[in-house]
């Protein structure tokens, strides 16, 4: 475990870390997701969870998805909606978003300047499910979730 | 755990958060400490770290201690100056600081405006010890150390 020790100290330049890689959001080529970015700031072997930015553009927006682990969000930048189960939220610098087991969850840029989010997630966890087509069509019942899914504040 | 469950969305206000209590720094008597206070941001209890939000006023500073957990800390607000083992660097808004196990530490806000800092820690994790006489003498052996504990940036 000794060699993943993190350095000590890490300067910050405009959302962006020494020794830190940008790297695409996900690998998985299902899912729907536009203009995001990730950064790994602690994948400490001594701790339980993870820590990582992501960064979207604006109108881009993460994976409409779910799974058993939590995210525990703290917006680092700008100004965005988010949905979590069936509730759109307004979000803004430095708020806090909670997303339960299960329970479905997307972030939108839908400021004028790039949404940043530092993402706290345990580090052992299940994978993210997608949306069937007829889980989307429930989501359409909802005007105010279908505005939402098509970038309309 | 159902009970434990934290909001989904709690909005910001200048590094104070609904729903969250600004509490005393830590209750241990022996520690010396100054002008700093606590706000626990994530304990969720399906995760193995917490996620804390430290403010130390100017001229303030955290305990110097150490312990076998580690700290992974981001910098929200501000500039100051830490000391991870024996080194004493410079921070600033956004960087990152990883404390190793049983490494003596140290934060001080040396700006002239509060300097504030996410942590991460484990949710089980041992107490903090304090540095004996002889410890402190031996810091006391590097003037760049015997400056920063008397708080000379």
Not at 20 to 46: C, N
Not at 58 to 82: A, K, M, Q, Y
Not at 137 to 152: C, H, M, N
Request: proline share 7%; with cysteine.
């Amino acid at each position: 475990m000794a060699s993943a020790e993190p350095p000590v100290h890490r300067k910050a330049r405009h959302y962006r870390w020494d020794g830190v890689a940008v790297v695409p959001y996900k690998e998985d080529a299902q899912a729907l997701f536009k203009s995001i970015t990730r950064q790994v700031l602690f994948a400490d072997p001594h701790q339980g969870s993870e820590l990582r930015y992501f960064e979207v553009a604006p109108g881009g927006f993460s994976s409409l998805e779910r799974h058993e682990h939590t995210h525990n969000v703290l917006i680092l930048r700008g100004f965005g909606h988010c949905l979590v189960g069936r509730e759109v939220r307004e979000v803004a610098t430095h708020d806090l978003i909670a997303v339960p087991p299960m329970t479905w969850h997307q972030f939108r840029a839908t400021g004028e300047e790039p949404l940043g989010f530092l993402c706290m997630v345990n580090a052992a966890r299940d994978k993210p499910q997608l949306p069937t087509l007829e889980e989307l069509a429930e989501f359409e019942q909802s005007p105010r979730i279908t505005d939402f899914l098509k970038g309309v504040r």
